[in-house]
């Protein structure tokens, strides 16, 4: 059942369209082992995993999530599972702070994160936050509970700041830890379907990954669902692989019916070029393409 603690922030259509995919390819009639790997976690987690458990399916779900807030708030509602936690050291910090942006992509100096957070750790303040309150941020972990038939996995990696461009030192780490399940089933020959639900993140960076790897292992199919697929940064890594679409939202409300996307604000007299890359272009141009899906596995 649908409550207020589940309603994914994107539209009903999407909701409808990725859970009629999840459904489909963990059917027992599927020849494949079946992983579901989200990017960027909430109540779209609790709800697909509702619909997986309420449905009687085996699957392998993991969540990984950058936000702190965001891990720690929907924890409980994944009950029954094990914690492990890592906590950064000195040597981690010392390393974040010396390394070079991971970005693969180019992004315009204006845009750039990386420097701006190295910086802020440098203060005398950045260091005292992470002495005394490394339990806070600097930590990485991995939660891990069964539901129903749902193997579930729940993972937290610090990037260091809203990672949209792919900066980040820990980009890999965020990026390939989530899929170390997958992997390992794939060297051991199984027949594997995933479906990667990229909702936060370096996106672009998820997308690229996940072209590599179905040219890499003949036994893997996919089905990658980028959301806010509008921006004008991904628009390079969706054109380098064939056979992608964008998928329409047929109205613009959420799954209780309250209003999805709202106009954006009047934009500046000299638009920054982050604007052109990341922002919401009208409700209608952003309807549109709110959503990209990629499938190499027969419909």
């Known amino acids: 059942m649908t409550t207020h603690e589940s309603i994914p922030l994107m539209s009903a259509s999407a909701v409808r369209y990725i859970t009629v995919h999840l459904l489909t390819r963990t059917s027992p009639n599927s020849p494949r082992e079946h992983f579901i790997i989200e990017y960027g976690s909430g109540h779209s987690t609790k709800f697909f995993?509702?619909?997986?458990?309420?449905?009687?399916?085996?699957a392998h779900y993991v969540a990984v999530e950058r936000s702190p807030l965001w891990y720690a708030g929907m924890l409980p509602y994944f009950p029954g599972g094990v914690m492990a936690r890592n906590l950064w050291s000195v040597k981690d910090y010392i390393a974040f702070l010396k390394s070079e942006p991971q970005n693969v992509w180019e992004v315009p100096p204006?845009?750039?994160?990386l420097a701006?957070?190295?910086?802020?750790?440098?203060t005398i303040r950045g260091i005292a936050q992470f002495l005394f309150r490394k339990n806070d941020f600097w930590f990485?972990?991995?939660?891990?509970?069964?539901?129903?038939g749902v193997d579930f996995e729940y993972v937290y990696i610090y990037e260091g700041f809203k990672d949209q461009y792919g900066e980040s030192p820990n980009k890999n780490k965020y990026i390939r830890l989530p899929l170390a399940g997958l992997l390992a089933a794939l060297e051991q020959g199984r027949e594997c379907h995933a479906s990667v639900i990229i909702d936060g993140g370096p996106r672009a960076d998820v997308v690229k990954e996940i072209f590599n790897l179905i040219d890499w292992y003949k036994n893997l199919t996919v089905d990658i669902f980028l959301l806010e697929a509008y921006r004008g940064y991904y628009r390079p890594v969706l054109a380098a692989h064939p056979g992608g679409r964008f998928v329409a939202a047929d109205k613009n409300e959420m799954l209780d019916g309250t209003t999805y996307l709202r106009e954006p604000k009047t934009p500046p007299k000299t638009p920054s070029p982050c604007a052109?890359?990341?922002?919401?272009?009208?409700?209608?141009?952003?309807?549109?393409?709110?959503?990209?899906?990629?499938?190499n596995a027969r419909e």
């Open 110 to 113: 204006e845009c750039r994160r």
């Open 116 to 122: 701006r957070e190295q910086n802020k750790m440098k």
């Open 140 to 148: 990485d972990a991995k939660y891990s509970t069964k539901l129903g």
């Open 49 to 58: 995993v509702d619909e997986l458990v309420t449905a009687n399916v085996a």
């Open 276 to 295: 052109d890359l990341l922002d919401q272009p009208s409700v209608a141009g952003a309807l549109r393409e709110e959503l990209w899906h990629f499938t």
